[in-house]
């Protein structure tokens, strides 16, 4: 028999990164939460889905919540308590546990589980939060405009139970609750009438949507061999040759996703370099170009002689972004797709990829389950770069941001900020055939308005699903701003509660929202940047 939860205050369903951020600002405000996740892991894209994390320059500065500073200082203060760091490592504020140069902190999934799970301890402790895992949401009842309960699959024994709540937060890596709910929501491409965007097609397709990706993290042996058998569809991507590539979508020739022209890439397991030479800093250079240590998470050398036999990396690579069908639509047959690309990639590095002393194939290469925890060695969830997106008060546009378009210190100030976020726009590869959209941003705003659905009044979006386009979601969907929305959204949802009033009127009417603004100030929600210049 199920047991019974009492009904919360907040419910929160999808536990990654805005989840979890939602989850401890309304628990923090004395809101009772009950937070669900699909997976067995909360964390999302930095943990199931094994992604470390993407963030603007100036992330050890300023430009993010505390509450997303204390995670990544975590993570930081992890390694040095329990990891064998050389003296120069241990030493460092700035600790890169990978060395990795897509970040700044790149680092192995479990780490951030681990800080994660800390961080909501002491909620789940006071009986303030209820974490359940492997459980989806597949129902949902609205009445007069209000979402009144949402309906879960436990996944684990196949039972199901609904739970109502006085504020729903969709934290999911797709906005299905919006689905489920009947929240009017966009999908895919907004044409590009609808908002002027240069960028946006000229017609609307909901089957448009970025490509995704099922990541692995990988090991080196070299006198090993750690072959895996032949993927069922290797013969398939062994010779696929996107129109848009220069060669073979499994091979080192790719194009640079900012200039479209064909670059080789490089790769070479467990370099030499001292990893304390290596810096990550993507608006001096993306970074990309050397994919082994493109998204490192352990750097063998940061750590004592003989500590570890190989760095380990995480591939999240062209090679392996998936864009034949969208996964919004044809989610099964999608990631079905992806985890053969993946496979068929690390088969292709095994046997066949070029080697600079030139021979073929790296068979030392070792997937490894115990990073991902799974047993194939495959991410739990794949990297969704794109979801639904509510329909929402405000819509961020490609007009608010773009560099191009607003100048290198321009960009839309919001009287609703609720915190702030940069990136560029950057789109992979889409499933309605468009190449990368890669182009100049700059540091933008979150406003408010972004957050709240026409007519729902008491769901909020928290993640990936907030008031953007097709186009803006390429700078708004990274780790910083996604935790950012999911704090705001769980500490409004406990604000209005405690209050006695709406989102809607927090946002519209001056001296509630000043009041609001007030309590992110306090807690650390930075909402205004200095003077910084996009890129």
């Given at each position: 028999?199920?047991p019974e939860?009492?009904e919360?205050?907040?419910?929160?369903v999808?536990?990654?990164?805005?989840?979890?951020?939602?989850?401890?600002?309304?628990?923090?405000?004395?809101r009772?939460?009950?937070?669900?996740?699909?997976t067995?892991w909360?964390?999302?894209?930095?943990?199931?889905?094994?992604?470390?994390p993407?963030?603007?320059p100036?992330?050890?500065?300023f430009?993010?919540?505390?509450s997303?500073?204390?995670?990544?200082?975590?993570?930081?203060?992890?390694?040095?308590?329990?990891?064998?760091?050389?003296?120069?490592?241990?030493?460092?504020?700035?600790?890169n546990?990978?060395?990795?140069?897509?970040?700044?902190?790149?680092?192995?999934?479990?780490v951030?589980?681990?800080?994660l799970?800390?961080?909501?301890?002491?909620h789940?402790a006071a009986?303030?939060?209820?974490?359940?895992?492997?459980?989806?949401?597949?129902a949902?009842?609205?009445d007069?405009?209000?979402?009144r309960?949402?309906?879960?699959?436990?996944?684990?024994?196949?039972?199901?139970r609904?739970?109502t709540?006085?504020?729903v937060v969709?934290?999911?890596?797709?906005?299905?609750?919006?689905?489920?709910?009947g929240?009017?929501?966009?999908?895919?491409?907004e044409?590009?009438?609808?908002?002027d965007?240069p960028?946006a097609?000229?017609?609307?397709?909901?089957?448009?949507?970025q490509?995704?990706?099922?990541?692995?993290?990988?090991?080196?042996?070299?006198?090993?061999?750690?072959t895996?058998?032949?993927?069922?569809?290797?013969?398939?991507?062994?010779?696929y040759?996107?129109?848009?590539w220069p060669g073979?979508?499994l091979?080192?020739?790719?194009?640079d996703?900012?200039?479209?022209?064909?670059?080789?890439?490089?790769f070479?397991?467990?370099?030499?370099?001292?990893?304390?030479?290596?810096?990550?800093?993507?608006?001096?250079d993306?970074?990309?170009?050397?994919l082994w240590?493109f998204?490192?998470?352990l750097?063998?050398?940061l750590h004592r002689?003989?500590?570890?036999?190989?760095?380990?990396?995480?591939v999240?690579?062209?090679l392996?972004d998936?864009?034949?069908?969208?996964?919004?639509?044809?989610?099964?047959?999608?990631?079905?797709g992806?985890?053969q690309?993946?496979?068929?990639?690390?088969y292709?590095?095994?046997t066949?990829?070029?080697?600079?002393?030139?021979g073929?194939?790296?068979?030392?290469?070792?997937?490894r389950?115990?990073?991902?925890?799974?047993a194939?060695?495959?991410?739990?969830?794949?990297?969704?770069r794109?979801?639904?997106?509510i329909?929402?008060v405000?819509?961020?546009?490609?007009h608010d941001?773009?560099?191009?378009?607003?100048?290198?210190?321009?960009?839309?100030?919001?009287?609703?900020?609720v915190?702030?976020?940069?990136?560029?726009i950057?789109?992979?590869?889409?499933?309605?055939?468009?190449?990368?959209i890669?182009?100049?941003?700059?540091?933008f705003?979150?406003?408010?308005?972004?957050?709240?659905?026409?007519?729902v009044?008491n769901?909020?979006p928290?993640?990936?699903?907030?008031?953007?386009t097709h186009?803006?979601?390429?700078?708004?969907?990274?780790?910083?701003?996604?935790?950012?929305?999911?704090?705001v959204a769980g500490?409004?949802?406990?604000?209005?509660?405690?209050?006695?009033?709406?989102?809607h009127?927090?946002?519209s009417?001056d001296?509630?929202?000043?009041?609001f603004a007030r309590l992110?100030?306090?807690?650390?929600v930075?909402r205004?940047?200095?003077d910084?210049?996009?890129?």
């Open positions: 028999m199920i939860i009492p919360p205050d907040i419910l929160v999808g536990g990654g990164l805005g989840g979890v951020a939602a989850a401890l600002a309304a628990c923090r405000a004395g009772t939460v009950v937070l669900t996740e699909e067995d909360i964390g999302g894209q930095l943990t199931s889905q094994a992604v470390p993407d963030e603007h100036w992330v050890e500065q430009g993010t919540t505390a997303y500073r204390a995670l990544r200082d975590g993570i930081r203060e992890y390694y040095r308590r329990w990891y064998p760091l050389r003296s120069e490592a241990l030493a460092l504020s700035r600790l546990p990978g060395a990795g140069r897509v970040s700044k902190l790149c680092h192995e999934p479990r951030a589980l681990a800080v799970e800390s961080m909501l301890a002491p789940r009986g303030r939060l209820t974490l359940l895992t492997e459980h989806r949401p597949v949902a009842e609205s007069n405009d209000v979402v309960s949402v309906t879960l699959d436990d996944l684990r024994d196949g039972g199901r609904t739970i709540a006085r504020y969709d934290a999911t890596e797709t906005g299905e609750v919006l689905e489920l709910a929240v009017e929501h966009a999908v895919g491409a044409s590009r009438a609808e908002f965007e960028h097609p000229d017609r609307a397709d909901p089957l448009n949507q490509g995704i990706t099922v990541c692995f993290a990988l090991s080196h042996h070299e006198g090993e061999d750690h895996i058998d032949r993927p069922a569809d290797h013969d398939f991507w062994s010779s040759r996107p129109d848009f073979p979508l091979g080192f020739e790719a194009p996703p900012r200039s479209l022209e064909s670059v080789p890439r490089t070479v397991p467990n370099p030499a370099l001292d990893p304390l030479e290596v810096t990550a800093d993507q608006s001096a993306a970074g990309d170009k050397e240590g998204r490192r998470i750097a063998r050398k002689p003989g500590a570890f036999d190989s760095d380990i990396t995480l999240n690579w062209p392996n998936y864009w034949l069908k969208p996964f919004i639509g044809e989610g099964t047959e999608a990631l079905r992806a985890r690309l993946s496979l068929s990639l690390l292709w590095l095994q066949a990829a070029p080697r600079q002393d030139g073929t194939g790296f068979p030392g290469l070792r997937i389950p115990d990073v991902t925890g799974t194939d060695g495959l991410a739990k969830a794949p990297y969704l794109e979801s639904r997106r329909k929402a405000t819509t961020v546009t490609e941001v773009a560099i191009d378009l607003v100048g290198p210190y321009g960009g839309t100030r919001h009287r609703d900020s915190g702030v976020g940069g990136y560029r950057d789109l992979h590869p889409s499933t309605g055939g468009d190449n990368y890669d182009i100049g941003s700059v540091p705003e979150i406003p408010l308005g972004a957050l709240l659905p026409r007519r009044r769901l909020l928290a993640g990936k699903n907030i008031g953007t186009i803006t979601n390429g700078c708004y969907r990274l780790h910083p701003v996604e935790w950012n929305a999911g704090e500490a409004l949802a406990a604000h209005c509660l405690a209050e006695g009033v709406e989102p009127q927090v946002q009417e001296k509630r929202f000043e009041e992110l100030d306090r807690d650390g930075q205004h940047w200095p910084v210049r996009g890129y």
